[in-house]
């Protein structure tokens, strides 16, 4: 008897541990990600040129420097719809100030981060201390960012930028392109603050249950003031990164930002309801957007299929958020429950 119950035992026991690894979020989104990689390299040469993978990385970054904010503030129950504009009023403040003003290039970059820092503590002001709803508020507020971008540009871009500004879009460092290495550091930053400090726990616990935090004491405006600032200064620094990438300042530069970023936030596994999330996911999430839209580009969809096949990922991820919250389970969902 004890024969055969032992094998079982540890069987079981195995089968156990890969159940719990494959429940966990970053796994079925690293699995995700590993799968659309590897099916795309291997049909396509165009996919797997290091010109092409290059331009993925490139393009990952500033949608995953962005949306580690995005992932900071749906973590704690809240939505950040200010972010794009928010980028381009950093980005063109930036080379108004070079142009204009005639600052040097990284005084104009502080000054950008400054300005877009300050747009989130204004949110963060908005949604803690007058209690407006922050999805309306965003959506407002990004208004305004976009009134005053054009404002201050009255329209018209800027071009020839200096080495310094194009060199955190375009440069390397030993062989590394920037963006990647500061997407990197972003997500460390991110993802210890979140794991390993009192300020990431308080955010789970708000995003958790907001009434419960508060009972137990936790200033949760306050908190959220912070949240809200973190998302502006990333906000910002996305939008530094991709006017280097870009090479040119145009005030309708990040228009097409807030879809991938929201969307990698959602497919990397944090939930809507907040409490749940990880940078990691995020990242892996941005990394599966980058892939899907340059997929359909490399494959040359058409450019209304491409739209079509985003909003696809978009409610599957909806669906699997839906299902992750345990509202509905997937028998229900293919029919099988009734």
């Known amino acids: 008897m004890t024969t055969v119950s032992t094998p079982q035992t540890s069987s079981t026991s195995l ?22 990689f590897t099916v795309m390299y291997a049909i396509s040469p165009v996919f797997r040129k290091p010109y092409n993978l290059m331009i993925i990385l490139r393009q990952i970054s500033v949608t995953g420097i962005v949306a580690m904010g995005q992932t900071l503030v749906v973590i704690s129950g809240a939505f950040d719809l200010s972010q ?6 950093s980005a063109m403040t ?5 142009n204009r003003l005639g600052w040097s290039p990284i005084p104009a970059m502080l000054l950008g981060l400054c300005i877009a820092t ?8 908005l949604a803690s201390r007058l ?3 922050p999805i309306v508020m965003t959506l407002a507020s990004g208004s305004m960012f976009t009134g005053l971008t054009y ?9 020839g930028l200096p080495k310094q500004m194009t060199w955190l879009g375009q440069g390397r460092i030993q062989g590394v392109p920037v963006p990647v290495a500061i997407l990197f550091i972003v997500t460390i930053v991110m993802h210890l603050m979140l794991t390993r400090t009192l300020f990431g726990q308080r955010v789970l ?3 958790g249950n907001a009434k419960a935090a508060e009972d137990i004491g936790l200033d949760v405006k306050q908190l959220r003031l ?9 906000a910002g620094l996305g939008g530094i990164v991709l006017l280097g990438r870009v090479g040119t300042a145009l005030p309708q530069m990040a228009n097409d930002m807030l879809f991938p970023v929201v969307t990698a936030t959602i497919v990397g596994g944090t939930l809507l309801s907040g409490g749940v999330g990880s940078m990691a996911g995020t990242l892996m999430g941005a990394g599966i957007m980058g892939i899907v839209r340059n997929s359909l580009a490399v494959l040359q969809a058409n450019i209304y299929l491409q739209d079509f096949f985003q909003g696809v990922l978009v409610v599957g991820a909806l669906l699997m958020d839906v299902v992750r919250r345990g509202e509905l389970t997937w028998d229900q969902i293919i029919g099988k429950e009734r």
Request: contains cysteine.
């Open 226 to 234: 912070g949240i809200f600032t973190i998302s502006g200064f990333l």
């Open 94 to 98: 930036t080379a108004l100030a070079w």
């Open 151 to 159: 404002f201050l540009t009255e329209g018209k871009s800027t071009v």
């Open 205 to 207: 616990m708000v995003g």
């Open 131 to 133: 209690k407006l709803h």
């Open 15 to 36: 089968r156990g541990r890969l159940r719990d690894m494959v429940t966990q979020r970053e796994f079925g989104v690293f699995l995700a990600l590993v799968t659309f």
């Open 118 to 125: 300050a747009c989130g503590f204004l949110n963060g002001l």
């Open 84 to 89: 794009a504009p928010v980028a381009a009023l």
